[in-house]
Nanobody
Framework: QVQLVESGGGLVQAGGSLRLSCAAS????????MGWFRQAPGKEREFVAA????????WYADSVKGRFAISRDNAKNTVYLQMNSLKPEDTAVYFC??????????????????WGQGTQVTVSS
């Protein structure tokens, strides 16, 4: 079992920045690929970013490419999502997730084994 706890969400004006953190506990963090997803009211959960176990390979949704950056610190058992140039359409609950297939950077929620409870991000116009 892996427990994931997100933090860092909040209210920000358009154009602002936030950094989300996801702290993991339980199994060896470096054995997992990690992803960030988001879900807006009335919409399905969508992929945001993913990083493989080593941190060397990263993937982004087209909607956030160039504005968001995913990173991980295996020594701290933490994955981050730096969000810059935020837009109102980025408003959603953001979830981190862990994938036991550590060499994969999946965009599909069903490929992830563990999920956090989410943190709300609200971007005002």
């Amino acid at each position: 079992q892996v427990q994931l706890v997100e933090s860092g969400g909040g209210l920000v004006q358009a154009g602002g920045s936030l950094r989300l953190s996801c702290a993991a506990s339980g199994r060896t963090f470096s054995n997992y690929a990690m992803g960030w997803f988001r879900q807006a009211p009335g919409k399905e959960r969508e992929f945001v970013a993913a990083v493989r176990w080593s941190g060397g390979s990263k993937w982004y949704a087209d909607s956030v490419k160039g504005r968001f950056a995913i990173s991980r610190d295996n020594a701290k058992n933490t994955v981050y999502l730096q969000m810059n140039s935020l837009k109102p359409e980025d408003t959603a609950v953001y979830f981190c997730a862990a994938d036991r297939t550590y060499y994969r950077s999946s965009v599909y929620p069903d490929n992830y084994d563990y999920w956090g409870q989410g943190t709300q991000v609200t971007v005002s116009s």
